[in-house]
């Protein structure tokens, strides 16, 4: 832009020395000849022409110049809006990983504490990793006998059972961890897997 305002001024400057001229073969118009003085203003048009063009290639490349700088600003303010888009949606996600988190370990705190109650059915867990259940009074023919299952929390936050003695079927127990998945409801998984395990002895 620098150098069209030097151009510009230029521009400028010789125009008003075209004036000058102008004025000046005007004044003296009346001593030269009918020929000289046709030079003379042919002259002068051709240079008056030639700085209209000039001025009009100036004012295209300026009208250029700011339709790019427009752009630019635009593009500018685009990237600057879906950075702030991008940093809201992190926020998002890291909030609802957090209160899933939360969720999760409130649930099986409680867990801890309300299984307390089946302890008369033959029901032990401890924390390791995850929660282990160990339940007894289940086979009538050996009270003592042991059946466990660990449950965790995996990668995608969703709960899980591993290291299930006896195995249960597999999709069942899929249909059991999409159901606890879906409404956190502990003692139902509990019960539902006692009775797997008791029809398991029949």
């Given at each position: ?158 709960y899980d059972i591993v290291d299930c003695n006896p195995p249960i079927e597999a999709t ?23 009775k797997t395990f008791k029809e398991h002895c029949l």
């Amino acid at each position: 832009r620098q150098r069209l305002a030097q151009e510009q001024s230029t521009i400028d400057s010789q125009a008003t020395e075209l004036l000058a001229v102008e004025m000046e073969r005007g004044m003296k118009i009346e001593g030269t000849s009918d020929d000289a003085a046709k030079n003379s203003t042919d002259n002068i048009a051709a240079r008056k022409q030639a700085l209209e063009e000039q001025m009009t290639t100036v004012q295209i490349e300026i009208m250029k110049l700011e339709t790019e700088r427009e752009n630019r600003e635009k593009r500018i303010k685009d990237i600057e809006l879906e950075e702030k888009k991008q940093r809201m949606r992190v926020n998002e996600t890291r909030m609802l990983k957090e209160e899933s988190e939360r969720s999760k370990k409130t649930t099986l705190d409680d867990l801890t504490r309300g299984l307390l109650n089946y302890k008369a059915l033959g029901l032990d867990f401890v924390d390791n990793g995850g929660l282990r259940f160990r339940f007894t009074q289940i086979d009538p023919d050996d009270p003592s006998r042991e059946f466990s299952f660990l449950l965790v929390v995996n990668e995608e936050e969703k709960y899980d059972i591993v290291d299930c003695n006896p195995p249960i079927e597999a999709t069942l127990l899929l249909d059991m961890l999409d159901t606890l998945n879906r409404n956190d409801d502990m003692n139902a998984l509990v019960r539902r897997i006692r009775k797997t395990f008791k029809e398991h002895c029949l």
